[in-house]
């Protein structure tokens, strides 16, 4: 059986402003991924991290105004 992991899951208004996360985001500290069936809000695309990310990730995008629309721990698949 495959295991499961949580993985901190930000949703984003737009496009532009998951492209600015992805640009502002230091190497290692998540990705851009397609937004997951249980959330289904915003642009279509997700930044997802580890959740002890989060007050770190949530700094980035104050300081940068980043909006965001929300965030939430989902379990995913490890491959």
């Given amino acids: 059986m495959r295991e499961r ?3 901190l899951v930000i949703t984003f208004r737009s ?3 998951a492209m600015m ?8 500290t998540g990705r851009l991924i397609p937004v997951p069936r249980e ?3 915003g642009c279509g695309l997700a930044w997802a991290a580890e959740p002890d990310q ?3 990730l949530l700094g980035i995008m104050r300081e940068n105004d980043i909006p965001w629309l929300e965030k939430k721990i989902i ?3 490890v491959f």
């Fill in 39 to 41: 959330i289904s809000r």
């Fill in 54 to 56: 989060e007050e770190y």
């Fill in 21 to 28: 996360m992805e640009k502002k985001c230091p190497e290692g």
């Fill in 5 to 7: 992991a949580p993985k």
């Fill in 75 to 77: 379990e995913f698949y």
């Fill in 15 to 17: 496009t532009t402003d």
